[in-house]
């Protein structure tokens, strides 16, 4: 499948994987063809750069990939909950989980259908997600006919219904279907509707596709029905003495017959208020012998069709088809319909109501297809995936969807397969070029079609979650090649992550990246945060090198270091554990006691002191220097003897007359000290 094309001005294209289903590509020119470029020539003439994407989801397909995600976590974690119980994975197949891919199915449906229910428009986003449904709730019908109660009409899913559900998929567009609105709004503006040929056609391809009850809708259109008064309509098959008009009397009959149609409740497209239902299917079908006898008899009364042939020949051609339909003939059933697949709905609802063997559809949907050919692709891969669930062919399903599809819905129909009551057959066997099962690979593919997408990589790191042999390596491909941005909510979504999945050399490899970003931007107290959660102190220490003091008296930060920084350095020193050697942190004890020299406040020099108390001597001397003007300020006894050595020896090396101020000060603080511990 081509991609992309890249132009290349170069003689050296370079190629760099991106997030998932992303490729960067780099021409550049060799130095020796760049060295015969003019100097005016623009850069853009000398490389040029490409980010090619694929898979790219779009605004629905995103709403969609958010509202399955939460299903698909909570049935996959129920299916691994079974298995940590000493479930096996037939067992499973064949009990709960059956029912949990039940749930998770329906729930899928409903999640498509919300999200194509309210579309005004049609453009090709809108139209996959109403295939895919189509073909989402086809195969569902297959592998969970027999777990949905006891169906009266044995193992044949409701095709029929499926195919009402999904016609403006099936069509091609909302405009298609066999009672689109617009056909209805046309019907109420013309005068005479049934001298229109649309009228006829829509009516007779309404009765062979079962939808009984939008049939009689669109015979209450006829104006006959205007021009009479039905109280004094004589009841009765003949016409013979009647004063009501033929036409009035062959669309009553009609409609009575269309009233009775023989239907499963809860079953087929007819409409429930319409027609005769029955709970058995042996009661179903005795009713049908007598209710066919009827419309027999009703099709042979020549006289009635002669009288309305002479006053409403198109009424009279037209309900005699209808019959013929009902009564199960093909050829009827051909010139109504405008597919194998509506061809195939009409006779399973007029001539095998009753079958109740996949072998058989199978064959009578051969034979559909010899008859007729399909309107567009959906209905070719329609035909392929009926085909194949009748023998349940996983692959032969899958093969059948994979053209039209997208990796949505192939990560997720595999789940749907693998609760078949007969296992899951091959999608559970071992790829040997890849590694893993066909049901991994197909997640794998769609966790990398959302991994580019900053509104959908998390979601890609949970389907990681439920990768087996290559999940925990592409999450941490994920989190290292995450584009990080210096407000770190990003770092913190992705540390969240590592931490659920336990994953701990992620979650410091983050906190490095992070604060490397912030360093190169100047932020180096955000820097040394990041650094500091990752126990990097080295890294830390360069970080907070960036920072710059002022040499003034009051120590403040310059340079647009604010108070908020400030105060987030401070915090992020007193998180840090710091070792007790800080060979490489100098910049860490300078700032420390510089900023607590800067608060003075008690919580500060004990930061302070303590940080002193861990460092080096040489250093902590040249740190003692900025608790100088504040250190006689501390109750006695705060000190102990090392801390005031340490003082006097910074006092030493100093000279002038504060220095012997100062010196005679500690001096008293030792005395005083070493009466307190003596007595």
Known sequence: TLLAEVESTGNRLHFHWGLGNEIFCCSTLNKDVQSTISVGMESDQVSTSTCIRWGHLGAIHRRIAYDTCSKYMEYASMKQMGRKKGGTRHSLTDTGASQGALVFAQSVSDILGANTLYSTDESDETLQILEEKALWELICSFVFDSLVGEQPSGAIPDISSWYKANATALQGGVDQTPISTELIEFMQHVDVPELEDRYWATFLRLVSLG???????FLGLHTAWLQWDSSNFEQGLSVEGSNTPPEIIVLENISSILRRFPTLRDRGAAGP????????????MSFRQAWLKKCLDLKNDSEMWNRCDQTAPETSKACLACLEIVLGEENAMKRSVMSWCELLIAKLAHKYPDLDNLSELKHMLQTCLVQMHSINELQDSVALVISSSCEMNH???IRACSFSVSDWFLGHITTILEAHPSGPGPLKHELLHAGGDQSEFYRLDYASSLSPSPLTWELAAKYFGFCKSHGKHAF????????????????HRAVILAETYNIEHLKYSVYKRQGALCWQNGLYGLGAQWFSRADDI????????????DAGDDHRLTKGTSE????????????LIVPADLEYASNFALITTKMCANKKTKGSFELAISTIRRVERRLGIQCAQ????????????????EDLILFMEYINASEGQN???SRRKLLELVALLDIRSMS
């Not at 939808?211 to 809708?217: F, G, K, P, T, V």
């Not at 941490?476 to 770092?491: I, V």
């Not at 908020?564 to 020193?573: G, M, W």
């Open 564 to 575: 908020n920084q400030l105060h987030s350095i401070e915090q992020c020193i007193r998180s």
């Open 476 to 491: 941490e491909q994920l989190l290292d090649k995450l584009p990080l941005t210096t407000d770190g909510k990003l770092a």
């Open 538 to 549: 080295y890294s830390m220490d360069v970080s907070l090198g960036g920072i710059v003091f």
């Open 211 to 217: 939808w009984i009850s939008d049939a009689l809708d």
């Open 626 to 641: 900025y608790l100088m003007t504040s250190v006689f300020a501390l109750e006695p006894g705060y000190l102990d003897r």
């Open 659 to 661: 220095a012997s101020l």
């Open 273 to 284: 208020s319409m027609t005769r239902q029955f709970d058995v299917l042996g009661e179903m």
């Open 395 to 397: 692959q032969g399903i």
